[in-house]
């Protein structure tokens, strides 16, 4: 079975806490329990960067969940085209760890830089749990 959802998000701080809540009720409501905090830490940081990085003025990001065959895909889509890296932030740093935890949480992540606007940085969790309708 194949779920998909998707939301867009003003950009603002508050959004970063109901990007979560709206990615762990989609997963509580398709049955997937498994993966779900690990999905949940990863739009918050992915959410994170596209509301401090990835938004031109006055543009939300859009935050879109699938569900397929034992695989969940996590997309957020924001407006600007300026690529992400991973960077090592000293012990000190109080941000920059976002991408490392993704690329620790997610079976797979990647970007997509050839949308019509902005880009898209996606993670993928293998997921045990059955989707229902």
């Known amino acids: ?3 998909t959802t998707r939301r867009f998000f ?3 701080p508050e959004s970063i806490g109901q990007a979560r809540k709206f990615v762990t009720d989609a997963l509580a409501g398709w ?3 498994d993966r779900a905090e690990d999905i949940r830490l ?4 992915l959410a994170t960067n ?5 938004t031109v003025a006055d543009h939300g990001f859009l935050v879109k969940l699938d569900a397929y065959e034992g695989e969940v895909r996590l997309e957020v889509h924001d407006s600007r085209r300026r690529l992400p890296v991973v960077r090592q932030a000293a012990d000190t740093d109080l941000s920059g ?4 935890l993704v690329s620790v949480l997610a079976d797979d992540w990647g970007v997509l830089d050839r949308t019509p606007v902005g880009k898209v940085v996606w993670s993928c969790f293998k997921a045990e749990g059955e989707t229902t309708s």
Not at 50 to 54: Q, T, Y
């Open 1 to 3: 079975m194949t779920e």
């Open 97 to 100: 760890r976002g991408l490392t």
């Open 50 to 54: 596209a509301l401090v990085h990835g």
């Open 31 to 33: 049955g997937l329990h």
């Open 10 to 12: 003003t950009a603002r």
């Open 42 to 45: 990863c739009v918050s940081e």
